[in-house]
């Protein structure tokens, strides 16, 4: 039983950082937009994960021995408001504001870039974790065979 909860963990980081990575193709896609649906310029949005059911301090205590997690599941996405749009001098542009100032969103490719590689990482380390429980069940029905 402990090794198909090895999977569904394994499987459940993949599934995380898979859309982790969507979210990111989805701000890089956005880096030029200055006008969304409300008619402000489009916010970076940022994936929040959290452990998958998670368990009370009292199952834990109870299941101290056999307890081996449960995953991970996107907990929310939010929009980043702390970073402030960046201003840029241009009155020619359709959204210049009265000063001839273009709002942009706050999306920096050098950080998208680097969260992508983080995530793709995570997703490669998800993989090696699921490909070496698969060697093992393999190696264990190998075992009944001689």
């Known amino acids: 039983m402990a090794l198909?909860?090895?999977?569904?963990?394994?499987a459940s980081g993949m599934t995380a950082e898979r859309f982790r990575m969507d979210i990111i193709a989805e701000n890089v896609a956005n880096v030029n937009t200055t006008r969304t649906e409300d008619g402000t310029p489009y916010r970076r949005k940022i994936v929040t994960f959290s452990e998958k059911d998670t368990p009370s301090?009292?199952?834990y205590l109870s299941r101290a021995r056999v307890y081996g997690g449960g995953g991970v599941k996107v907990t929310k996405v939010?929009?980043?408001t702390e970073t402030d749009y960046m201003m840029e001098y241009d009155p020619a542009h359709p959204d210049a504001d009265e000063n001839g100032y273009v709002s942009r969103p706050n999306v920096n490719i050098v950080t998208e870039m680097t969260n992508l590689i983080d995530a793709s990482r995570?997703?490669?380390?998800?993989?090696t974790a699921f490909n070496a429980l698969k060697s093992m069940a393999q190696a264990g029905l190998q075992v009944g065979k001689s």
Do not use: K, M, P, R
């Open 78 to 80: 939010l929009e980043d």
């Open 57 to 59: 301090f009292g199952d």
């Open 122 to 127: 995570g997703y490669e380390a998800n993989v």
């Open 4 to 10: 198909f909860q090895g999977f569904n963990i394994s």
